[in-house]
């Protein structure tokens, strides 16, 4: 019988995730099938366990239900603890079992996929959510020169920043104490992409050489691309890269035999 998992989020109808497991499985020959499912925002708990009654095995969780998934779980890998939000679900005969790939995903595809190194740079994290928390401890444990958190909501990069300190050099601001100051990467982990906003970056923040690079991906370069490449970012990169090495983090997960990921993003790029 065919395996069934899913990626659930709002919005998720832009989601590649249906395409990578696919290609996935043909490469590592499983039988399995993976869809999309829009959850109302009330009721992403209802949405999972229908899901999971239905005869689901594992999920992908996306924005804005990372947090609540980690929350929903019964077991958590240590990465996802410390996150304390999940983006892979496994439904054992025990429970629900969470993990985070994200910033596995993330790394890989910034040190090997694109070839930058992330050690002793300054990195600037935009947004303090979810998909934010999944990413700080793997891209410290490269360790950066600083790891600065901006966030329009202050409190919330300071609990960061007091959370991950023990783990590396942190700081935390809003946007409008960036002003004079300059970093070697900025990655956007906010979801304004999705909705075409831009957040208030100041000018003169992109370092020479810098690299630019948005968690989100679509058919264009998000407004935050745009703008950095206008702006003085030396290189851009959207999330797509990210997705599909995560994604091979989840699979390997779920299925036990890791993919190749290179023939996928390559297949995706030329879409």
Known sequence: ?????????????HSKS?????????????DISYER???????FVGTLRQFRIDGGRGANVTVPFKEEAWRLADTRTPRAQLAQA??????TDAGIHADNTDGAGLVTDILQNIGYALSG??????????????????????????????NRTVIRANALQHQFSPYGIV??????ALRGMQFDCIINATSA??????????????????????MMYGNAPTPFLRYAASHGAGSCADGLGMLVEQAAAAFELWRGVRPDTLPVIKQLRSL
């Open 193 to 214: 992409s999705l909705s075409g906003e831009l957040a208030p970056l100041p000018d003169g923040i992109f370092a020479p050489g810098s690299l630019a690079y948005d």
């Open 171 to 176: 700081e935390a601001c809003d946007y409008a």
């Open 86 to 91: 999940a983006n892979t679900l496994v439904f």
């Open 121 to 150: 740079r300054r990195i600037l994290l935009m947004g303090a959510g979810g998909a934010a928390r999944g990413v700080i401890a793997p891209l410290l444990a490269e360790h950066p020169a600083l790891l600065v958190i901006v």
């Open 18 to 30: 249906p395409l990578i497991h696919a290609a996935f499985a043909r490469q590592t020959a499983q």
């Open 37 to 43: 499912l829009l959850a109302p925002l009330h009721d």
């Open 1 to 13: 019988m065919t395996d069934r998992y899913a990626v659930i989020g709002n919005p998720v109808a």
